[in-house]
């Protein structure tokens, strides 16, 4: 008979399990979906009887006739330039459809057999496998990897995420890093491959529901899924309420702001308009220990604020990083540099003190705890 510690362990390696499997279903078809929509974008392109009258607006026009949510002008191109990269994935997605009678398939797996003819044979022998890709990577993976445009250098990234399980920022982390042509240039390549290897980031399951392309596959908002913790997520809220009531003329205009910045999802935790002195306030909140990162990343989000979301009569917008770091609170400030002299004349006497939003934090962290 088992006892009660055997119970907690099956219930907990079961409830595991399933998590792992129904994360990876959710990825796979996300996958297989990506795929499909740039396969059908490029047979009409090829073949579509009314194609010529769309021409190079055809994805603009397409994502206007969808309205859907994940099927913008952005992501209709980045699935056209997966099928193209990855074409062997039809042989994996024409057996899926095969065994669903349900699909409105109109010959689609005859139609799918054909890309077998294109693909390219060298690039076969060097690449993962179809079944692999879509079982072991997260499409977010295979984004990174797109842009990849040496067939060995794409395989390459492929087989080591694999080996080493690593999570879409170890990956990113790998590329912007140039592991690929250190190890080449290394004259102890297995020796770089274990150093790399015991410092990497693992995934985790909630790596797959976070990423921006599986919650607007499932339907899910921006705020449902991108929270780091539930402390992230309390001081969020209060925050709001916190600088509404300081009365220094803040509106709050957006939580979980999200931008598309290159081909990267990104998101601002929390976004107010200052109605008097007419700038935005961008706070980012990090529940672990300040990184020279965190800074860099705020400026960015400010430049394309400035770029892309300040009227003509605003002023430039500011930055504003809350960190807590075992229970010690960091505030810091960030403008463009250029703007350094109008933050100081203009911004800092409207904004919060340091010592306001230090002691607010704190207040927040003890509450929790009590």
Known sequence: ????????TTIQETNFTLQQSASKAINRYLTIRNWLIGFHIVE????????????QRLIEELATALDTAGL?????KLFRQFYFTYPQ???TV???FKS?????LNNLPARLDKVNDFVDDQSQKISIDAET???RLSFSHLVLLLPLKEPEKRAFYEKQCIKSNWSVAELKRQINTLYYERSGMSLDPEALGRSVDENAQRPGIADIIKSPFTFEFLGLKAKDVVYESDLEQALVDNLEAFLIELGHGFCFEAKQKRMVIGDEYF???LVFYHRILKYHVLIELKTNEVKHEHIGQLKTYINYYKKEIMNRDDNPPVGLLLVTDQNRALVEYAVADSDMQLFVSKYVVSLPSKEQLQTFIQNELAQMRS
């Not at 008979?1 to 907690?8: E, Q, S, T």
């Not at 913008?72 to 209709?76: A, G």
């Open 72 to 76: 913008s002008v952005r992501s209709l």
């Open 89 to 91: 994935i039809g042989q």
């Open 133 to 135: 890709l879509l079982s």
């Open 100 to 104: 669903m009678p349900s699909i409105r």
């Open 1 to 8: 008979m088992a006892d009660f510690n055997a119970l907690v």
């Open 94 to 96: 024409s057996a899926q």
């Open 267 to 269: 998101f601002v935790d």
């Open 44 to 55: 009409f392109e090829q073949n579509g009887e009314d194609r010529a009258r769309y021409g």
